[in-house]
């Protein structure tokens, strides 16, 4: 994975613990995805019965209005008799609106109470994750690039000189300050090497210099 545009590293300690993050933020997301479909599943089922209710108290009007009707063909009573059975299909179809009511409700809460349950677990993980991966490839980026020049390797053993242990300076040169400032291409290199390990890219990016 020597690509600059590849976002992970190249060096086998840092990719393991990439591959190992991104399972891990996978399967986090995947958990609370299923979570946030329960949920919404759940509410879900108080919008199918306001739908049903809404379907049957409609029903239950128009054969109320049907009678009604019927009814008022009734001598002498019929008058009486639709009354009453014209009223009590208003009621059903107040019956109906509330049960379309809830079923609209239940709809677009079902759909919030998802969201509000899966999103921010979800964003405490991926967010850090996505941060320190951009940082990562932004970082690989720039070091595969200044180690694709001479100039640019020097710089990388410079940052080398001030970000890296003592120890490991010692084991590239016995004075890698004096290396560096005499332009020895060993040292440098091997100072450039250091750095890109740092970031997680193999030595082998570097490009020779004659």
């Known amino acids: 994975m ?4 590849v976002p992970y590293a190249s060096t086998p300690g840092r990719l393991l613990w990439q591959v190992v993050s991104d399972v891990v933020v996978l399967t986090w997301i995947t958990i609370w995805v299923w979570v946030g479909a329960a949920v919404h599943s ?13 379907s049957g108290a409609n029903g239950v009007a128009g054969n109320l209005d049907n009678a ?31 049960g379309q009511s809830l079923g ?19 964003l405490a993980l991926v967010m850090p994750w996505l941060f320190l991966r951009l940082r990562f490839y932004r970082r690989k980026w720039t070091a595969v690039t200044l180690s694709s020049t001479w ?22 040169s016995p004075d890698p300050v004096g290396a560096w400032r005499n332009q020895d291409r060993i040292a440098i290199r091997g100072l ?13 990016n570097l490009k020779r210099a004659d």
Not at 68 to 97: K, W
Not at 164 to 169: C, D, F, H, S, Y
């Open 2 to 5: 020597k690509s600059r545009w």
């Open 42 to 54: 759940a509410v879900s089922t108080l919008a199918e019965f306001g739908y049903q209710v809404e």
């Open 68 to 98: 009604g009707d019927s009814a008022d063909g009734v001598p002498l009573v019929g008058g009486a008799l639709a009354g009453p059975l014209r009223g009590a299909g208003d009621a059903a179809r107040e019956i109906a609106g509330a």
């Open 104 to 122: 609209v409700t239940a709809g677009w809460l079902s759909w919030l109470l998802a969201l509000a349950v899966a999103a921010p677990p979800i």
């Open 151 to 172: 100039a640019g390797e020097e710089l990388l053993a410079l940052r080398a000189l001030a970000n890296r242990p003592l120890p490991k300076l010692a084991a590239v």
């Open 192 to 204: 450039a090497a250091l750095e890109l390990r740092a970031s997680g890219i193999r030595a082998a």
